[in-house]
T-cell receptor, first 114, second 114 residues
Framework: AQSVTQLGSHVSVSEGALVLLRCNYSSSVPPYLFWYVQYPNQGLQLLLKYTTGATLVKGINGFEAEFKKSETSFHLTKPSAHMSDAAEYFCALGSNFGNEKLTFGTGTRLTIIP | DTEVTQTPKHLVMGMTNKKSLKCEQHMGHRAMYWYKQKAKKPPELMFVYSYEKLSINESVPSRFSPECPNSSLLNLHLHALQPEDSALYLC?????????????FGPGTRLTVT
């Protein structure tokens, strides 16, 4: 069975500080991993994705994530937080076996402190 | 055109009403999804259409009835809903066959059942 765990339902960082949002996964097949962002009363927007190949993935808005198979992790980082980064972030897991579904984590609410 | 559109943005309906939600994409995607999202929770999958055929129904109550008239359009017909059905309803699409299963989300319809 596939599962995603996001550690920390709420994360607060100061403007300009490092953002680190944690995601761990469990999968019996090679995983595809995604980070989505959701602003209030909006849909989900894809930030970045890992499928195969390079383990350091760069996304939009200055975010990046590193796939670490040995740690079954796909943590999201941004060197310098901006007020506009305040949102809900979801890590999601898919695969190329029965690839119609995504398994979502429970989400992390990111708050930026001025 | 690289977006998924949903109408209406907001809907208030009584428990005896019949209404429909509409989703449209013109990206040539062959898989379309309905999700339900409650506040502070990840999206919950309801239905998946693949090549205009219903491929997944996540044991959704029959008061929700999906329809896929063509490859660009997805409807969700609502009848005799309950107050607990109030939520954000998200539509998503995916290119189809292949090993990249990222989904593209619409902005959602905020449904309130009174």
């Amino acid at each position: 069975a596939q599962s995603v765990t996001q550690l920390g339902s709420h994360v607060s960082v100061s403007e300009g500080a490092l953002v680190l949002l944690r995601c761990n996964y469990s999968s019996s097949v090679p995983p595809y991993l995604f980070w989505y962002v959701q602003y209030p009363n909006q849909g989900l927007q894809l930030l970045l994705k890992y499928t195969t190949g390079a383990t350091l993935v760069k996304g939009i808005n200055g975010f990046e994530a590193e796939f670490k198979k040995s740690e079954t992790s796909f943590h999201l980082t941004k060197p310098s937080a901006h007020m506009s980064d305040a949102a809900e972030y979801f890590c999601a897991l898919g695969s190329n076996f029965g690839n119609e579904k995504l398994t979502f984590g429970t989400g992390t609410r990111l708050t930026i402190i001025p | 055109d690289t977006e998924v559109t949903q109408t209406p943005k907001h809907l208030v309906m009584g428990m005896t009403n019949k209404k429909s939600l509409k989703c449209e994409q013109h990206m040539g995607h062959r898989a379309m999804y309905w999700y339900k999202q409650k506040a502070k929770k990840p999206p919950e999958l309801m239905f998946v259409y693949s090549y205009e055929k219903l491929s997944i129904n996540e044991s959704v109550p029959s008061r929700f009835s999906p329809e896929c008239p063509n490859s660009s359009l997805l409807n969700l017909h609502l009848h005799a809903l309950q107050p607990e059905d109030s939520a954000l309803y998200l539509c998503a699409s995916r290119p189809g066959q292949g090993d990249i299963n990222e989904q593209y989300f619409g902005p959602g319809t905020r449904l309130t059942v009174t």
